[in-house]
């Protein structure tokens, strides 16, 4: 992504602060609609939509500032695949932080998500000694005693996105809160089928830390009065493979005919999964999940897709950068109720279990997803 279209990205964030709250009407339609079919469900995500201003200033009353406090830092982000748009995309989150601080920020990692390509990096960026490493997980005990030896040689460690084991980690920045994004997609999946057939899921890694929490939760919600009628048949695994993710929506097509949808929660898995419905002609299974609007824009546009949500991972990467600041400038230590700035985004608490939460998932459909541009 070049600078000319990051810039892009800012001001059109900024602008949405107001504008979005009249085109989010479609979005604000969505989640009401999302609860439809669980009786008294109206609640049952924890933040339901959030626009990027409710994101933006998550501790009541914090103004938006042009940079946090202290210098920049070294960081080196080591994400589940460089390979994966979305973590290419987003480093510029990371790199606007720096620009900002003075600080300086890489990304290095495996090509395809596992675990043992993650350790190799760790142990090798822990050799060249940068102040703090930020980690997306393959795999949270895999990676626990590489990290856990950089942070004997003073690194800050910060995972993002998919967490650690938190003994290996100094604060997890979590992309929005796990319960919220679990129901969503199952609120969005049931209704979009009416209530009532036959779902799979199309997970990326078995071992995915942030996969497993938010399918935990939806099988929680199909317990839900109202969903008597949608039945769980398989979860599948894609491992963040394009290739793997289209082939299992085959198989899933294949082993369940009457299949009414699919949910996929990785950019990777759902981006392939609209490509074999379309190949296929299978207008009669209804996707969703968590993707890219870049990825999906022409899957909402045919109408193999009809919604689909995330978070911002530009700002994600933006907050990460500035919580390992804060870190590594003494700002905090990462226990619960420390608070630190980030900069454009406001300021933020670390919850329980030193974790930080970028804000609610937000709902991309037709009325809203040519606005954005990650």
Do not use: H
């Not at 950089?150 to 920045?173: L, M, N, T, W, Y």
């Not at 899921?201 to 830390?209: E, G, M, R």
């Not at 419905?277 to 999906?296: F, I, K, S, Y």
Request: hydrophobic share 40%; proline share 5%; with cysteine.
């Amino acid at each position: 992504m070049t600078s000319r279209s990051f810039g892009f990205i800012a001001r059109l964030l900024l602008m949405t602060l107001v504008a979005l709250g009249a085109i989010g009407g479609g979005g604000q339609r969505a989640v009401a609609q999302a609860a439809d079919c669980a009786t008294g469900g109206g609640d049952a995500t924890s933040g339901g939509e959030a626009t990027p201003s409710e994101a933006a200033t998550p501790d009541s009353g914090a103004s938006p500032v042009a940079g946090g406090g202290g210098d920049g830092i070294d960081i080196a982000f080591i994400p589940k695949s460089v390979s994966n748009p979305y973590f290419v995309s987003s480093l510029a989150g990371a790199e606007e932080a720096a620009g900002e601080t003075g600080g300086t920020v890489r990304q290095v990692g495996p090509d395809d998500a596992n675990a043992a390509g993650q350790v190799q990096f760790i142990q090798t960026v822990t050799q060249e000694g940068p102040q703090a490493i930020a980690v997306s997980a393959n795999d949270p005990n895999a990676l626990a005693p590489s990290l856990q030896e950089a942070r004997s040689q003073g690194i800050k460690v910060v995972s993002f996105d998919s967490d650690v084991a938190p003994e290996a980690r100094d604060v997890f920045i979590n992309t929005a809160d796990s319960e919220g994004i679990g129901r969503t997609q199952i609120q969005i999946i049931a209704r979009q089928i009416g209530c009532e057939g036959e779902i799979a899921v199309l997970s990326a890694a078995s071992t995915a830390t942030n996969q497993n929490a938010w399918i935990e939760f939806m099988k929680d919600e199909l317990t839900r009065p109202g969903y008597e009628n949608v039945t769980l048949v398989e979860v599948v695994y894609g491992e963040d493979s394009s290739q793997i993710s289209y082939d299992k929506t085959i198989e899933l097509l294949t082993a369940y005919p009457d299949l009414k949808g699919i949910v996929s929660p990785t950019t990777v898995g759902i981006a392939a999964a609209a490509q074999a419905l379309e190949a296929e002609g299978r207008t009669d299974v209804a996707l969703t999940g968590l993707g890219l609007p870049n990825d999906m824009r022409a899957y909402v546009e045919s109408g193999t897709v009809k919604e689909f949500a995330l978070w911002n991972p530009v700002d994600l990467y933006y907050l990460t950068y500035y919580a390992a600041a804060a870190l590594v400038n003494g700002e905090m230590t990462g226990a619960p109720g420390d608070t630190f700035s980030a900069g454009r985004l406001g300021s933020y608490t670390v919850g329980e279990g030193g974790v930080v939460l970028l804000g609610p998932p937000f709902i991309f459909d037709a009325n809203n997803v040519a606005d954005f541009d990650f």
